[in-house]
Protein backbone atom coordinates (compact mmCIF):
# COMPACT_ATOMS: atom_id res chain seq x y z
CA UNK A 1 0.00 0.00 0.00
CA UNK A 2 2.47 2.52 0.88
CA UNK A 3 4.66 1.63 -2.33
CA UNK A 4 2.37 4.37 -4.29
CA UNK A 5 1.80 6.67 -1.35
CA UNK A 6 2.43 10.40 -2.22
CA UNK A 7 3.68 9.55 -5.73
CA UNK A 8 2.51 11.81 -8.91
CA UNK A 9 0.58 9.13 -11.33
CA UNK A 10 -0.64 10.30 -14.71
CA UNK A 11 -2.70 7.57 -16.33
CA UNK A 12 -3.53 8.08 -20.12
CA UNK A 13 -7.21 6.70 -20.75
CA UNK A 14 -7.63 7.23 -17.24
CA UNK A 15 -11.84 7.76 -17.54
CA UNK A 16 -12.69 4.83 -18.73
CA UNK A 17 -11.68 0.26 -18.42
CA UNK A 18 -8.28 -0.42 -17.09
CA UNK A 19 -7.51 2.79 -17.25
CA UNK A 20 -10.28 4.03 -14.44
CA UNK A 21 -9.70 0.89 -12.38
CA UNK A 22 -5.77 1.84 -12.20
CA UNK A 23 -6.79 5.63 -11.38
CA UNK A 24 -8.82 4.27 -8.74
CA UNK A 25 -6.93 1.69 -7.03
CA UNK A 26 -3.72 4.39 -7.36
CA UNK A 27 -6.16 6.86 -5.48
CA UNK A 28 -6.33 4.55 -2.77
CA UNK A 29 -3.07 3.35 -2.31
CA UNK A 30 -2.24 7.39 -1.60
CA UNK A 31 -0.91 8.53 -5.21
CA UNK A 32 -1.82 12.47 -6.73
CA UNK A 33 -3.83 10.69 -9.64
CA UNK A 34 -3.55 12.92 -12.65
CA UNK A 35 -7.20 11.04 -15.08
CA UNK A 36 -5.88 11.54 -18.17
CA UNK A 37 -8.82 11.10 -21.14
CA UNK A 38 -9.89 12.89 -24.16
CA UNK A 39 -13.16 12.39 -22.69
CA UNK A 40 -13.29 14.75 -20.08
CA UNK A 41 -16.21 14.42 -18.66
CA UNK A 42 -15.38 11.16 -17.83
CA UNK A 43 -12.05 12.27 -16.84
CA UNK A 44 -13.49 14.45 -14.13
CA UNK A 45 -16.22 12.08 -13.08
CA UNK A 46 -13.28 9.62 -11.95
CA UNK A 47 -11.32 11.81 -10.31
CA UNK A 48 -14.37 13.38 -8.12
CA UNK A 49 -14.84 10.10 -7.13
CA UNK A 50 -11.39 9.05 -6.03
CA UNK A 51 -11.65 12.56 -3.91
CA UNK A 52 -14.44 12.00 -2.69
CA UNK A 53 -13.34 8.27 -0.81
CA UNK A 54 -10.44 10.76 0.23
CA UNK A 55 -7.70 10.76 -2.35
CA UNK A 56 -6.16 13.35 -4.87
CA UNK A 57 -7.09 13.58 -8.53
CA UNK A 58 -6.77 15.91 -11.44
CA UNK A 59 -8.88 15.45 -14.59
CA UNK A 60 -7.01 16.36 -17.65
CA UNK A 61 -7.69 16.61 -21.10
CA UNK A 62 -4.93 14.76 -23.49
CA UNK A 63 -5.04 13.54 -27.17
CA UNK A 64 -2.72 11.03 -27.06
CA UNK A 65 -2.61 10.84 -30.62
CA UNK A 66 -1.19 15.03 -30.81
CA UNK A 67 2.11 15.22 -29.34
CA UNK A 68 1.71 18.50 -28.55
CA UNK A 69 -1.36 17.73 -26.06
CA UNK A 70 0.71 14.63 -24.55
CA UNK A 71 3.77 17.19 -24.12
CA UNK A 72 1.45 19.52 -22.52
CA UNK A 73 0.19 16.99 -20.34
CA UNK A 74 3.42 15.60 -18.74
CA UNK A 75 4.85 19.60 -19.00
CA UNK A 76 2.03 20.94 -17.07
CA UNK A 77 2.08 18.10 -14.24
CA UNK A 78 5.79 18.55 -13.88
CA UNK A 79 5.49 22.21 -13.37
CA UNK A 80 2.70 21.37 -10.45
CA UNK A 81 4.23 18.73 -9.05
CA UNK A 82 7.98 18.97 -9.21
CA UNK A 83 8.05 15.73 -10.27
CA UNK A 84 6.84 12.06 -12.38
CA UNK A 85 6.73 9.02 -10.42
CA UNK A 86 5.06 6.65 -12.72
CA UNK A 87 3.86 7.34 -16.54
CA UNK A 88 1.03 5.04 -17.05
CA UNK A 89 0.07 5.20 -20.99
CA UNK A 90 -3.10 2.94 -21.20
CA UNK A 91 -5.00 4.26 -23.69
CA UNK A 92 -6.13 2.64 -26.62
CA UNK A 93 -8.21 1.43 -29.32
CA UNK A 94 -9.29 -1.53 -32.08
CA UNK A 95 -10.27 -2.10 -35.07
CA UNK A 96 -11.70 -5.59 -35.71
CA UNK A 97 -11.97 -6.81 -38.88
CA UNK A 98 -10.93 -9.53 -41.89
CA UNK A 99 -7.48 -7.72 -43.18
CA UNK A 100 -8.82 -7.53 -46.50
CA UNK A 101 -11.79 -4.66 -45.07
CA UNK A 102 -9.55 -2.86 -43.70
CA UNK A 103 -8.31 0.41 -44.96
CA UNK A 104 -5.87 2.76 -44.40
CA UNK A 105 -7.33 5.33 -42.65
CA UNK A 106 -8.41 2.38 -39.69
CA UNK A 107 -4.32 1.46 -39.85
CA UNK A 108 -3.75 5.36 -39.05
CA UNK A 109 -6.04 5.53 -36.73
CA UNK A 110 -4.96 2.67 -34.24
CA UNK A 111 -1.64 3.43 -34.95
CA UNK A 112 -1.83 7.20 -34.08
CA UNK A 113 -3.34 6.38 -30.78
CA UNK A 114 -1.74 2.95 -29.64
CA UNK A 115 1.89 3.30 -30.53
CA UNK A 116 2.41 7.36 -31.45
CA UNK A 117 0.38 8.02 -28.16
CA UNK A 118 3.22 5.51 -26.41
CA UNK A 119 5.92 6.63 -28.31
CA UNK A 120 4.51 10.79 -26.94
CA UNK A 121 3.82 9.48 -23.93
CA UNK A 122 6.71 7.91 -22.95
CA UNK A 123 9.56 10.24 -24.47
CA UNK A 124 8.06 13.31 -23.00
CA UNK A 125 7.74 11.29 -19.25
CA UNK A 126 11.34 9.95 -19.85
CA UNK A 127 12.93 13.52 -20.63
CA UNK A 128 11.71 14.14 -16.77
CA UNK A 129 12.94 11.33 -15.60
CA UNK A 130 16.30 11.41 -16.73
CA UNK A 131 16.13 14.64 -15.37
CA UNK A 132 14.92 13.69 -11.60
CA UNK A 133 16.89 10.19 -11.99
CA UNK A 134 13.93 7.86 -11.17
CA UNK A 135 10.73 7.56 -12.38
CA UNK A 136 8.57 4.50 -13.78
CA UNK A 137 7.25 4.64 -17.21
CA UNK A 138 4.37 1.77 -17.24
CA UNK A 139 2.97 0.85 -21.34
CA UNK A 140 -0.05 -0.96 -21.67
CA UNK A 141 0.14 -3.84 -24.60
CA UNK A 142 -1.82 -6.44 -24.63
CA UNK A 143 -1.57 -10.63 -25.05
CA UNK A 144 -2.39 -9.62 -28.81
CA UNK A 145 1.42 -7.83 -28.11
CA UNK A 146 2.94 -11.21 -27.49
CA UNK A 147 1.08 -13.53 -29.60
CA UNK A 148 -1.15 -13.51 -33.23
CA UNK A 149 -4.48 -11.86 -33.20
CA UNK A 150 -5.66 -12.52 -36.01
CA UNK A 151 -9.19 -10.20 -36.83
CA UNK A 152 -7.62 -7.40 -35.35
CA UNK A 153 -4.06 -7.05 -37.24
CA UNK A 154 -3.93 -3.02 -36.65
CA UNK A 155 -3.88 -3.47 -33.07
CA UNK A 156 -1.61 -7.02 -32.88
CA UNK A 157 0.87 -4.54 -34.88
CA UNK A 158 0.49 -1.66 -32.24
CA UNK A 159 0.62 -4.12 -29.13
CA UNK A 160 3.50 -5.96 -30.67
CA UNK A 161 5.72 -2.71 -31.36
CA UNK A 162 4.93 -1.46 -27.21
CA UNK A 163 6.34 -4.79 -25.87
CA UNK A 164 9.66 -4.30 -28.38
CA UNK A 165 9.76 -0.53 -27.54
CA UNK A 166 9.23 -1.22 -23.82
CA UNK A 167 11.99 -4.17 -23.30
CA UNK A 168 14.30 -2.23 -25.41
CA UNK A 169 14.51 0.88 -23.32
CA UNK A 170 14.35 -0.32 -20.13
CA UNK A 171 17.22 -2.02 -21.21
CA UNK A 172 18.73 1.64 -22.14
CA UNK A 173 16.72 3.50 -19.10
CA UNK A 174 17.90 1.24 -15.72
CA UNK A 175 21.76 2.62 -15.69
CA UNK A 176 19.82 6.09 -15.73
CA UNK A 177 17.32 5.29 -12.45
CA UNK A 178 14.43 4.56 -14.72
CA UNK A 179 11.99 1.61 -14.81
CA UNK A 180 10.32 0.26 -17.94
CA UNK A 181 6.97 -2.27 -17.80
CA UNK A 182 4.96 -3.28 -20.29
CA UNK A 183 1.34 -4.84 -19.59
CA UNK A 184 0.81 -7.69 -21.46
CA UNK A 185 -3.10 -8.56 -20.16
CA UNK A 186 -5.72 -11.09 -21.94
CA UNK A 187 -9.26 -10.87 -21.84
CA UNK A 188 -10.68 -8.15 -19.29
CA UNK A 189 -14.01 -6.27 -19.00
CA UNK A 190 -11.90 -3.35 -20.26
CA UNK A 191 -15.04 -2.21 -22.59
CA UNK A 192 -12.43 -1.83 -25.71
CA UNK A 193 -14.39 -4.84 -27.67
CA UNK A 194 -17.95 -3.08 -26.87
CA UNK A 195 -15.77 0.10 -28.15
CA UNK A 196 -14.35 -1.33 -30.86
CA UNK A 197 -15.06 -0.23 -34.82
CA UNK A 198 -16.33 -3.46 -36.11
CA UNK A 199 -16.00 -3.85 -39.71
CA UNK A 200 -18.99 -6.37 -41.96
CA UNK A 201 -19.56 -8.46 -38.63
CA UNK A 202 -22.27 -7.98 -35.80
CA UNK A 203 -20.86 -7.06 -32.95
CA UNK A 204 -22.91 -9.37 -30.66
CA UNK A 205 -22.01 -12.60 -32.34
CA UNK A 206 -17.97 -11.29 -32.39
CA UNK A 207 -18.45 -10.68 -28.64
CA UNK A 208 -20.08 -13.89 -28.14
CA UNK A 209 -17.06 -15.84 -29.62
CA UNK A 210 -14.52 -14.70 -27.06
CA UNK A 211 -13.38 -17.71 -25.77
CA UNK A 212 -12.56 -16.62 -22.06
CA UNK A 213 -14.09 -15.52 -19.11
CA UNK A 214 -13.17 -12.19 -19.11
CA UNK A 215 -11.00 -10.55 -15.85
CA UNK A 216 -12.39 -7.64 -13.63
CA UNK A 217 -10.95 -4.23 -14.76
CA UNK A 218 -10.53 -3.81 -10.49
CA UNK A 219 -8.55 -7.36 -10.24
CA UNK A 220 -6.85 -6.33 -13.48
CA UNK A 221 -5.97 -3.03 -11.95
CA UNK A 222 -4.07 -4.85 -8.71
CA UNK A 223 -2.47 -7.05 -10.94
CA UNK A 224 -0.35 -4.26 -13.04
CA UNK A 225 0.12 -2.20 -9.43
CA UNK A 226 1.60 -5.44 -8.06
CA UNK A 227 3.86 -5.81 -11.34
CA UNK A 228 5.28 -2.35 -11.08
CA UNK A 229 5.88 -2.63 -7.62
CA UNK A 230 8.05 -5.99 -8.03
CA UNK A 231 9.16 -3.86 -11.50
CA UNK A 232 8.28 -7.01 -13.72
CA UNK A 233 9.74 -6.11 -17.26
CA UNK A 234 6.35 -8.14 -18.33
CA UNK A 235 3.31 -8.26 -16.67
CA UNK A 236 1.06 -10.78 -18.30
CA UNK A 237 -2.11 -11.86 -17.03
CA UNK A 238 -4.64 -14.03 -16.66
CA UNK A 239 -3.68 -17.62 -16.27
CA UNK A 240 -5.29 -18.08 -20.18
CA UNK A 241 -2.79 -15.25 -21.19
CA UNK A 242 0.58 -16.38 -19.55
CA UNK A 243 -0.41 -20.37 -20.53
CA UNK A 244 -0.51 -19.10 -24.74
CA UNK A 245 2.56 -16.76 -23.96
CA UNK A 246 4.50 -20.35 -22.82
CA UNK A 247 3.02 -22.51 -25.70
CA UNK A 248 3.99 -19.17 -27.90
CA UNK A 249 7.56 -19.84 -26.67
CA UNK A 250 7.80 -22.98 -26.66
CA UNK A 251 6.82 -23.59 -30.08
CA UNK A 252 5.03 -21.14 -31.97
CA UNK A 253 3.33 -23.33 -34.16
CA UNK A 254 1.08 -24.89 -31.76
CA UNK A 255 -0.85 -22.02 -31.77
CA UNK A 256 -1.30 -21.96 -35.36
CA UNK A 257 -4.59 -24.63 -35.42
CA UNK A 258 -6.12 -21.77 -32.96
CA UNK A 259 -5.62 -18.50 -35.27
CA UNK A 260 -7.12 -20.70 -37.74
CA UNK A 261 -10.23 -21.37 -35.63
CA UNK A 262 -10.27 -17.66 -34.75
CA UNK A 263 -10.46 -16.38 -37.84
CA UNK A 264 -12.77 -18.77 -39.44
CA UNK A 265 -15.28 -18.42 -36.90
CA UNK A 266 -14.90 -14.96 -37.75
CA UNK A 267 -15.64 -15.05 -41.21
CA UNK A 268 -18.63 -17.17 -40.67
CA UNK A 269 -20.74 -14.46 -39.55
CA UNK A 270 -18.76 -12.02 -41.85
CA UNK A 271 -20.93 -10.16 -44.19
CA UNK A 272 -19.91 -10.13 -47.97
CA UNK A 273 -18.84 -6.76 -49.33
CA UNK A 274 -19.97 -5.94 -52.96
CA UNK A 275 -16.81 -6.66 -55.21
CA UNK A 276 -17.47 -9.83 -53.55
CA UNK A 277 -20.95 -10.77 -54.75
Known amino acids: MKFFMGKIAVVTGGASGIGLALCDELGARGSVVVVADINMEGAQRVASGICRRGGRAYAKHVDVSDKNSVDSLIDNTFAEHQRLDYMFNNAGISVTGDARDLR???????????????????????????????????????????????????????????????????????????????????????????????????????????????????QAARRILHGVARNQAVIVFPSHARFLWWLYRLNASLLGPLGSKVIRDFRSVRTATRAEK
Request: glycine share 8%; with cysteine.
Open 104 to 218: LDHWRRVIDVNLWGVIYGTTAAYAIMIGQGAGHIVNTASMAGLIAFPTNIPYSTTKHAVVGLSQSLRAEAADLGIKVSVVCPGYIQSGIYQAATMLNVPRERVLAMIPFRLMDTA
